[in-house]
T-cell receptor
Framework: EPEVTQTPSHQVTQMGQEVILRCVPI?????FYWYRQILGQKVEFLVS????????KSEIFDDQFSVERPDGSNFTLKIRSTKLEDSAMYFC??????????FGPGTRLTVT | AQSVAQPEDQVNVAEGNPLTVKCTYS??????LFWYVQYPNRGLQFLLK??????LVKGSYGFEAEFNKSQTSFHLKKPSALVSDSALYFC???????????FGGGTRLMVKP
C-alpha cells in the first residue's frame, strides 16, 4: 500500500540554523500539506500546496517558513532560522482530491 | 473559524466492552469529518470519514462513527474493544471550501485486558 514517507525521522539543530524537512507524498496525489504537533499539544495546520503554489497557510507559517516541490516527487518544508519554539513533530500529508489526507510518520525537530 | 472539541483526555474500557470516543465540532458550511489514530512514535492513520449520506459510517479495524447534525457531533464507536486499540485518537474537521484540517486535542484510549 502506498505511503507518505518523511526524512529524517529526527533532526537536531541549533537555534538560528536553517533546516529542510523532506517528504515524498503518495505518487498520484495532488494536494500536499504540512502540519506540526508541539509535544502534548494539538496537531496544527501550517500550509497546503496545490498546482505548485501555496493554497492556504496558517498564522504559524510566517516568513521563516517556505515550501517547495522541487522535482515532482519531493515536497519540502524549510525553516530559515530556527527558534526554540519550532521544536515539534512535523507531519507531511497528501491527498488525491477532496477526500482524506494521508499522513507520513513525521519528523521530530529539536532546536537547541 | 472551525473548531473541534474532544472533551475526554482519556477513555478507559475493558477488553470486549463497547467504546465511545466523543467529538463535537463547529464549522461554517457543510462539515467533512474525520477520525485518525496515532500509535506511539507513528504518524496519523486515517480511520474513517463522513462527507455526506448515511449518518453511520464504517471504517478500518471495526470502528464506526455516527454523524449527528443537530448535536454537531461525530462520536467514534466500536462494539467490542481490543487491547490493541489502545492509542491516541484525533477527530478532525474541514469545511467544504478549503482543505485544511482542524484537529481536536486527542483522546487517549486505554483498553485493559
Amino acid at each position: 500500500e502506498p505511503e507518505v514517507t518523511q526524512t529524517p525521522s529526527h533532526q537536531v539543530t541549533q537555534m538560528g540554523q536553517e533546516v529542510i524537512l523532506r517528504c515524498v507524498p503518495i505518487s498520484n496525489h495532488l494536494y500536499f500539506y504540512w502540519y506540526r504537533q508541539i509535544l502534548g499539544q494539538k496537531v496544527e495546520f501550517l500550509v497546503s500546496f496545490y498546482n505548485n503554489e501555496i493554497s492556504e497557510k496558517s498564522e504559524i507559517f510566517d516568513d521563516q517558513f517556505s515550501v517547495e516541490r522541487p522535482d515532482g516527487s519531493n515536497f519540502t518544508l524549510k525553516i530559515r532560522s530556527t527558534k526554540l519554539e519550532d521544536s515539534a513533530m512535523y507531519f507531511c500529508a497528501s491527498m488525491v482530491g477532496g477526500l482524506e489526507q494521508y499522513f507520513g510518520p513525521g519528523t521530530r525537530l529539536t532546536v537547541t | 473559524a472551525q473548531s473541534v472539541a474532544q472533551p475526554e483526555d482519556q477513555v478507559n474500557v475493558a477488553e470486549g466492552n463497547p467504546l465511545t470516543v466523543k467529538c463535537t465540532y463547529s464549522v461554517s458550511g457543510n462539515p467533512y469529518l474525520f477520525w485518525y489514530v496515532q500509535y506511539p512514535n507513528r504518524g496519523l492513520q486515517f480511520l474513517l470519514k463522513y462527507i455526506t449520506g448515511d449518518n453511520l459510517v464504517k471504517g478500518s479495524y471495526g470502528f464506526e462513527a455516527e454523524f449527528n447534525k443537530s448535536q454537531t457531533s461525530f462520536h467514534l464507536k466500536k462494539p467490542s474493544a481490543l487491547v490493541s486499540d489502545s492509542a491516541l485518537y484525533f477527530c478532525a474537521v474541514r469545511d467544504d471550501a478549503g482543505n485544511m484540517l482542524t484537529f481536536g486535542g486527542g483522546t487517549r484510549l486505554m483498553v485493559k485486558p
